[in-house]
């Protein structure tokens, strides 16, 4: 099975955001993600990642729910 972390920054108010990316991932892959986490950050920072690796970073890509959906696809 799977393990998928969002991390966010809740000072950004990015929680939006990741509950999102989190029912997305659930609705498309739910009985197949062994666990999902919400983690608090800062600096900006959002980042998904499956497994330990980093899928999304919002540093570097934009946002979009459906584009992370079709990366983790790959992952679960």
Do not use: N, W
């Not at 000072?11 to 955001?17: N, Q, T, W």
């Not at 659930?26 to 986490?37: A, H, K, M, V, Y």
């Amino acid at each position: 099975m799977t393990t998928v972390e969002i991390e966010y920054c809740h000072p950004c108010g990015f929680l939006d955001r990741a509950e999102a990316v989190q029912h997305a991932l659930l609705s498309q892959f739910g009985e197949r993600i062994d666990e999902l986490t919400l983690v608090t950050g800062d600096h900006g920072i959002f980042e998904v990642r499956v497994d330990g690796e980093v899928v999304f970073e919002k540093a570097k890509e934009e946002y979009d729910v459906d584009e992370i959906t079709r990366t983790v696809r790959a992952y679960v």
